[in-house]
């Protein structure tokens, strides 16, 4: 074990996996000799070769598309996309190419693409998109989303042997924010296994990326002052999805918060709560309620920002209600 | 086998006659005591008639639609207790077999089924309907289950907490009198739509079809409250020169009680804390002020009542229905409260008598629960006023030369000018205006 922020688990693990398969590379924006936008790969360059490393065109539909191209014949590329946003750049290579080429040639496609997803960094309305609704809806890619040192770690393993392309959403509010233990060495996550954070009777909450530690937050007032003890439910993937995790934790409960920091019209927890009222209806014992961002882009100003962006504050009053109902 | 009379109630003291507006059994249906046989309607209220002694409807002698005269037998019952002590008495009665033909109620397996409708119409979740089927807890049982969710309902810990009190003992076998008054909140919050045109049935009239053709037009019978309603108020018209005065008030303080003591309120009394009790304690202040305001006329004579018996308008399902707290100047706010919410919870579940709806001598109508911010309300025969108060909002008001947010309403004082003049009416109305302003914020209950 030892202690690292989210984005040193995260480069720990694309090392790890690097030395262990010579087929693993990197490819993106300022990656190598810059040491990337976050500085995810720094020393990568020095350590690993051009080859491995790629600074690319500032082409995103290029960089998608060249990585798809090698991983069709055997490479496991990991794309770097220096801001999530940047990503709708090479949506077209991601749906039709990433997405289909198994389907249509039996081809497996294993790449892995980082986006450096949301929020809370000031960033404004071109840096701080959730982007994960967008590719939600594409059959023939996976969706991960962790909110621990750990499990940055143990799913970018899991995605890098993966024989399907996965777009892994990293939460860059977490990379410097939080540290945790993480095991050393050979440490996967499995994708599609959901984490349950906190245990509790009352009400589920269930949650993935940066706002997990705000619910964690919320949680632990509701349980000091209202004596509500609230189950709160990582998602950790959400595509495929933990059903079973989801409805053991509704049906322990009987009342289901959803908590996303993306906007709540079309986002993931539409679906999450399609999928309680389909699956669970006769152990409900409140409405399903969804907690997100405001529809609007993520704005500049911090006073706008923090009123846009789910909180621990807005938890605890969503929680409140839930309760009293 | 012994029959039981189902005679046509007497509701009032006053009261000749009742229609019957429907059989809510059929013949060779099996009916429980109490269960809800029947409803009536008389020239002042339509009432739902409860079955006298538990058996099965085997005649029904006065149909739908017709009117007897009280104490006219309606209907037949033949009841099971007759039919054991038509049997020799055995030294051990073997268990009665239920018979073919029974409705399968008592007859059922105890096999999963859906819980009747809650009579209350309190809402209970997915949940906690689950949890009472797999407990045996019958809707009935169900509806006396003490909720502490919002709006009273039943969440999951209560029916927990219920469930296992139960299997400790503690709570006795339930009994339909142990069931609490459902809430008024819902219908306090939420009013009955004045559904003026499906209270009626749809009717076919020779003369009315030839010149309004189906079926482009519906023909609909106005009911016995409907009409009563249109006779009253073309009448109060008629003889009363109505004059309005309308006043505003700021309810600042009126709200800002209500919201601190809501919840403690709701939490011992079993019902929500509204703003009419509130206006009624206001409106008997000012009329033991001005006590000609409460009063009738006759010929050249002027009645004066030494009491007041306040009438609420409610609109309900069926129409405008006005019913009365009695001797208003008695009660002091808690009972004021409980009386309203009696009223209220009675008018929805058609227990009013029509001794509830009369005797009036001022009448409070509340047409701002729909949103209502200014009415010219009719007065209520023979009364000689009513007070409308519109719809509570925030407005940007003048305060010592200060531009402040208050929660201001505006109040309507209709009244027969033959003996309340501008005067008159204007005082009364600031006097009930100054009593909600200048309310005592320490007032407890």
Known sequence: MSTLTYIEALSKAMWEEMERDPSVFLIGEDIGVYGGAFKATKGFLQHFGEERVIDSVLSEAAIIGAAAGAAVVGMRPIVEIQFADFVSCGFNQIVTNCAKIHYRWNLPVPMVIRLPNGGYIRGGPYHSSSTEAWFHHFPGLKLVAPSTPADAKGLMKAAVRDNNPVLFLESKYLYRRIKGEVPEGEYVVPIGTADVKRTGSDIALITYGSTVHFSLEAAQVLAQEDGVEVLVLDLRTLVPLDQDAILDAVKATGKALIVHEDNVTGGIGGEIAALIADRAFPYLDAPIRRLGALDVPVPFAPPLEDFVLPNTSKIVKALRELAAF | ?445
Do not use: C
């Open chain 2, 1 to 445: 086998m012994a029959r039981v009379e189902v005679v046509m109630p007497q509701m009032g003291e006053s009261i000749a006659e009742g229609t019957i507006i429907k059989w809510h059994k059929k013949i060779g249906d099996v009916v429980k005591k109490d269960e809800t046989l029947l409803e009536i309607s008389t020239d002042k209220v339509d009432s739902e008639i409860p079955s006298p002694a538990s058996g099965r409807l085997v005649e029904i002698v006065v149909q739908e639609q017709q009117t007897v005269p009280v104490r006219t037998v309606i209907a037949y019952l033949e009841t099971e207790a007759a039919a054991t002590v038509e049997q020799p008495a055995a030294p051990t009665p073997p268990p009665a077999q239920p018979r073919p033909t029974e409705a399968p109620a008592s007859a059922a397996p105890p096999v999963v089924k859906p819980l009747a409708a809650p009579a209350s119409g309190r809402f209970y979740s997915p949940l906690v309907l689950n949890i009472a089927r797999e407990e045996g807890i019958s809707m009935q049982e169900l509806e006396s289950v003490p909720g502490t969710g919002e709006g009273g309902r039943v969440s999951k810990k209560d029916i927990l907490a219920y469930v296992a009190a139960k299997k400790a003992g503690t709570i006795a076998a339930p009994t339909p009198a142990a069931a609490p008054a459902p809430s008024v909140a819902h219908a306090a919050k939420v009013p009955a739509p004045p559904s003026v045109l499906q209270a009626g049935k749809p009717v076919e009239v020779p003369e009315l079809r030839a010149k309004y053709p189906a079926p482009q037009h519906e023909i609909i019978q106005m009911s016995n409250v409907l009409q009563k309603m249109a006779e009253h108020m073309v009448k109060s018209v008629h003889t009363s020169p109505h004059v309005a005065a309308i006043h505003e008030v700021d309810m600042t303080r009126i709200v800002q009680h209500r919201q601190a003591n809501a919840a403690a309120f709701e939490a011992r009394e079993g019902f929500k804390l509204t703003y009419t009790p509130y206006i009624v304690q206001a409106v008997v202040k000012a009329i033991k002020k001005y006590p000609l305001i409460n009063t009738s006329i006759e010929g050249d004579k002027i009645i004066k009542k030494n009491y007041i018996n306040l009438g609420i308008a409610v609109a309900s399902e069926n129409g405008l229905i006005v019913p009365v707290i009695k001797n208003a100047e008695e009660k002091n706010f808690l009972g004021l409260a409980r009386a309203v919410n009696d009223l209220a919870v009675r008018t929805r579940t058609k227990k009013l008598t029509p001794d509830d709806i009369t005797g009036g001598t001022f009448t409070i109508s509340n047409y701002g629960v729909f949103g209502t911010l200014i009415g010219t309300p009719i007065i209520n025969q023979p009364q000689v006023a009513i007070l409308g108060t519109g719809a509570i909002k925030k407005r940007v008001v003048v305060v010592d030369d200060m531009i402040a947010i208050r929660s201001m309403a505006f109040f309507t004082m209709s009244f027969d000018h033959r003996i309340v003049d501008g005067a008159l009416g204007g005082m009364f109305l600031e006097e009930v205006v100054k009593e909600l302003e200048e309310f005592d914020p320490s007032m407890t209950f």
